[in-house]
């Protein structure tokens, strides 16, 4: 969702804020990232520990995020500089991560809306018309992100899409849509997910999601669960430091941050309820990984009365998402160049989404249009190592750098206070004090030690 330009304007109402904080996390992080990361690690067992991870890291640090925005009024390399009590500044560097972290992100994230924009107009064309086996979407999947002109060009598309949101000139219409279209997605899924658990053999895919194997849990399970609880939250790169500078100060940031959390993750369930008994019914416990979503989806729209419009609909909404998350991605690194290097608004929305542009082209090719970006050559594809250096590693050590920051340098009574006082301020101090930071650092060192992260 768009947030009021980076001069200084402010959300006109908490549920404008709410809806924008809400637009950034609910993404493709829910939809693509969620499900495929927890058929990946193991099903039950991932999601107990990333719902841990929301609780436990995720919403103190979307507080901390929140209450040193709104502190400052700054975008994350100015808040860290204006709350930093120290000479040098030094803080400021962590803003520094963020901004060139959202950078990161974005140039993955751009290709993989790029291809919800490919389904989109295959749906439109009547491609799913009369149903698709996992088999048949398997190949067209396969097919639309092996072809280099159509995932360079679609990730052009939504860079390009993005840049004229942020840039300033349709974000109130975008702001206006979002507020009645994401009541509209939600509900959608409902729905998929209501037809999804009835399907013959859906019980196969419940306990998948719902009853645990912990022997499946590796280390490497445990940093992607508490990378996916950060990505889905936009937390660690400072996205919620921005959105938290243009929130007027008679909000009371504690009301506002846990109910994104709650909507977040609800939809990431949701979209686990929708997928897993899906593949399972469709006997297609084979597919996986980044494709999971996109093989899968088209294998229950003919299962739904108007099931074409169904899917129109489904891949138009999961573009608005992704939109409304890429709008705030931007605009960190927008926000940076505006308030810290004195750009004009302009020249920054099209510097850096050109330069992000050009980031995103390996990882565009790397999905089978070119050799030697691919997973046969680095081990990874080019696209996935972007998304577990940026989406895993850089936020996991973000995060624990702000809850450092917030309980040990601001210091934790500035923060409660600016967050209009709180009745568990205290828990809340103890969290950033102690639990997000020894927890991070634990899970990353143990990863990293291990070069178990890849
Ligand atoms: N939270 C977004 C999603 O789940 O799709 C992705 C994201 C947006 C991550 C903004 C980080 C961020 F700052």
Do not use: H
């Amino acid at each position: 969702m768009s947030a009021p330009s980076a001069q200084g304007g402010k959300f006109g109402s908490r549920m404008g804020f709410i809806f924008a904080a809400a637009g950034s996390a609910i993404g493709l992080g829910n939809i693509w990232r969620f499900p495929y990361t927890t058929g990946e690690y193991g099903g039950a067992a991932f999601v107990l520990v990333y719902i841990g991870f929301v609780v436990l890291i995720g919403v103190p640090v979307l507080l901390a995020e929140l209450s040193i925005g709104r502190a400052s009024g700054k975008n994350p390399v100015g808040a860290f500089a204006a709350l930093d009590p120290g000479e040098k500044k030094r803080w400021s560097l962590v803003g520094g991560l963020g901004v060139l972290t959202g950078f990161g992100i974005l140039s993955f994230y751009a290709v993989i809306a790029g291809w919800t924009v490919s389904f989109l107009i295959r749906a439109l064309s009547g491609t799913f018309a009369g149903g698709m086996t996992p088999e048949q979407s398997g190949e067209l999947f396969t097919d639309i992100i092996a072809s280099p002109g159509e995932t360079v060009g679609m990730s052009a598309v939504f860079l390009l899409l993005t840049a004229l949101v942020v840039r300033g000139g349709v974000s109130g219409g975008i702001e206006r849509a979002a507020k009645i279209l994401m009541p509209v997605f939600f509900l959608m899924l409902v729905i998929l997910a209501g037809r999804a658990v009835t399907l013959p053999g859906a019980d196969a895919g419940l306990r998948f999601l719902f009853a645990p194997d912990f022997s499946k849990l590796t280390p490497a399970g445990v940093m992607s669960a508490l990378g996916q609880a950060l990505f889905s939250l936009s937390l660690g790169m400072g996205a919620m430091i921005t959105y938290g500078s243009y929130l007027q100060k008679k909000e009371r940031l504690p009301v506002a941050g846990i109910s994104v959390a709650i909507f977040d993750t609800l939809i990431a369930i949701l979209a686990g309820l929708i997928i897993f008994p899906a593949l399972f019914s469709a006997g297609a416990t084979g597919a996986k990984g980044p494709g999971l979503v996109f093989v899968v989806m088209p294998a229950i729209f003919d299962k739904l009365p108007a099931g074409q419009a169904f899917g129109v609909a489904f891949y138009a909404l999961l573009a608005v998402a992704a939109l409304t998350s890429t709008m705030s991605l931007l605009e960190v690194v927008v926000a940076y160049f505006v308030g810290q290097r004195g750009w004009s608004r302009e020249k920054a929305v099209w510097v850096v989404s050109g330069a992000c542009f050009l980031m995103a082209v390996p990882s565009a090719l790397s999905q089978g249009a070119v050799d030697g970006l691919g997973a046969d050559v680095l081990g990874e594809s080019f696209l996935d190592i972007m998304n577990i250096l940026w989406g895993n590693v850089a936020l996991g050590l973000g995060a624990l750098l702000i809850a450092v920051f917030a309980g040990w340098r601001w210091g934790v009574n500035k923060a409660v206070e600016e967050m209009g006082g709180m009745p568990g301020g205290a828990l809340w101090g103890i969290a950033v004090k102690y639990v997000c930071p020894i927890g991070i650092a634990v899970i990353m060192i143990y990863s990293l030690v291990n070069w178990e992260f890849l």
